[in-house]
């Protein structure tokens, strides 16, 4: 009856939608020391803001856990693991949602604790504006300039100083502004522009959501009016065109695009285009995605572009605008936050990842480390957990990369990780190689397998030829499952296996096991029979792994 009625909410629904997609939207996060009140905060703010369910908020007053002098532990409302509201501390990020008549939000509550450094630098790292509280007690900690720190190395560039607790130095004046001079001072030094600071009381609701009356000095906005007026950053489209290729799509022989998901700027067909690491220039003929082609394509969609010309790209490749290039290096310097527990060591490998590709990178040189108390810099030769450095790297592969300030998509921010300290899984050692292991048998074929065993490893496959000479007969079907667990391709050129043996590989190996005996036609053509195992050697490729250097068979 009500779907009868003409402009009831059926017809009115559309618009609501309409208008909530329109609707500015703020990413922001929360840090500071541990005990500073981030979670009673967020907690505050929802309630204020009328943002909590009723149900939630009866299962939090009902809750048996109340730290808080008040009827409600407002902290309850984020810190939703059983450790984190045990032990009253954040220990995962948790995020939150909300929306008021001028602005969406989304908020990431991170954790204080030095050792949950990690986490709060992934909440930080897709956020627009970073509050950072400050105890009104206990003033600026090593762990309030720490995340004050990273949080401008991940390019906020607003900050908004919550001056908590101002209810146990009475909301003092002077209290709020020493402590604002104290922040003001850091931020400069950061080289953080936009700073507001604002004394608040999360327990009391204190300047949060409504005015303080007990802060009458104070003529600033409350915290959540300054949420809703911040100024956003610049959008993503307006930058320089970045694609990084995730995947070559060729269902069939008349098509051919590169799908991935566009970093930055805006792109429309006929547009000129850059390949990189080639060089190569081309223009884009189609945007095309399932629901049909389009004449545009702006940040963050995910779509796939079909060029004029046939041009060799793959995975991790990138396609960019030829006015404004990113730097393509193999060596480069950033400023780092070490979060693994084994410290960065020079020389060391470790892997990378930037963008869609990883490869293999090593440390070549720390700059300096920095006082996390003082801001200095101080000679280091290693990075431990949580401590934050300049050094140069060197990586096996040339990225493509733009300062931080211009794009945070394909900036010189990267994840890396090394050796865990756990036994290395096959799977390990495969991304290790970039390929799967696999049998080759070239029964009575030594020259043969001493020729591909070449060729294999000059496009950079991890190959060993086997001949009768390491094995009798078939105690090599016994030993090659060792082969696999290492991620080799093995060529077996010794005496002829028994069907036996050859169905203990096959079930082993399964379709990467490949016997040539069993295609008679190869017998007598060396040439025809080397192009074809290699030809077989393409699939062993790992989807994820970048273009290996495939010569052609001389």
């Known amino acids: 009856m009500i779907s009868s009625v ?52 009866a299962s939090v007053k009902n809750s048996r856990i109340n730290r808080s002098t008040g009827p409600i532990d407002f902290s309850l409302l984020t810190d939703g693991l059983r450790a984190e509201r045990e032990q009253g501390i954040t220990i995962d990020v948790a995020y939150r949602y909300f929306a008021t008549s001028r602005r969406k939000f989304i908020i990431a509550d991170t954790p204080g604790h030095e050792q949950y450094t990690r986490n709060m630098a992934t909440g930080a790292s897709t956020a627009d504006l970073a509050v950072i509280l400050i105890d009104g007690a206990k003033g600026l900690l090593p762990q309030t300039r720490r995340h004050a720190f990273i949080a401008s190395l991940l390019g906020i560039t607003k900050v908004l100083a919550a001056v908590n607790k101002m209810d146990l130095v009475e909301y003092r004046e002077e209290v ?62 307006l930058q320089s065109f970045r694609f990084p290729v995730q995947t070559v799509i060729r269902p069939d022989a008349t098509f051919r695009g590169f799908a991935g998901r566009i970093a930055s700027g805006v792109i429309h067909p006929g547009d000129p285009v850059v390949a990189l690491p080639s060089g190569r220039k081309t ?36 396609l960019v605008s030829p006015d404004h290039q990113p730097a393509v290096s193999r060596k480069f310097h950033a400023q780092v936050v070490w979060l693994h527990g084994a410290a960065l060591e020079l020389g ?39 401590e934050i450095g300049s050094v140069e790297f060197e990586t096996h592969v040339r990225l493509f990369f733009d300062p931080y300030a211009s794009n945070r998509t ?75 667990k290492a991620g080799i391709v093995v060529l077996y050129s010794g005496k002829a296996l028994s069907g036996e043996a050859k169905h203990r590989l096959a079930a082993e190996f399964s379709e990467r096991l490949f016997d040539l005996s069993s295609a008679p036609e190869l017998h007598g053509d060396e040439e025809l029979a080397a192009r074809h195992v290699l030809a077989r050697a393409e699939a062993l490729w790992l989807v994820d792994e970048p273009r290996k250097n495939r010569g052609r068979v001389n």
């Open 6 to 57: 003409k402009g009831g909410p059926r017809e009115a629904f559309p618009a609501f939608l309409e208008q909530d997609l329109n609707t500015e939207l703020l990413r922001f996060t929360t840090a500071g020391s541990v005990d500073d009140g981030k979670s009673t905060l967020i907690g505050r703010l929802l309630h204020d803001s009328k943002s909590v369910y009723e149900d939630q908020l």
């Open 176 to 237: 709020f502004l020493q402590l604002q001079d104290d922040f003001l001072a850091l931020a400069a030094q950061l080289g953080i522009a936009e700073v507001q600071c604002v004394p608040i009381s999360a327990l009391e609701g204190d300047n949060v959501v409504d005015r303080s009356k007990r802060m009458p000095w104070y003529q600033g906005p409350t915290l959540l009016e300054r949420l809703e007026t911040v100024p956003l950053p610049e959008n993503d489209s």
């Open 283 to 318: 223009r884009v003929r189609s945007i095309v995605t399932y629901d049909g082609e389009l004449p545009q394509a702006t940040s963050s969609m995910s779509v796939t572009l079909q060029l004029d010309e046939e041009i060799d790209l793959s995975r991790g490749d990138m």
């Open 348 to 386: 060391k490998t470790y892997l990378v990842k930037h963008t869609v590709r990883q490869t293999k990178i090593r440390a070549l040189h720390i700059r300096h480390r920095v006082n996390i108390n003082t801001l200095a810099s101080e000679p280091a030769a290693r990075l431990e957990m949580n």
């Open 410 to 484: 394909t900036e010189e921010k990267f994840s890396s990780y090394g050796v865990l300290e756990t036994p290395v899984a096959a799977d390990e050692r495969y991304a290790r190689h970039g390929h799967f292991p696999a049998v080759l048998l070239l029964e009575g074929r030594p020259a043969l397998a001493v020729r591909l065993e070449r060729l294999l490893f000059e496009r950079g496959f991890e190959v060993l030829h086997l001949s009768g000479q390491e094995f009798s007969g078939d105690s090599f079907a016994e030993a090659v499952p060792l082969t696999q």
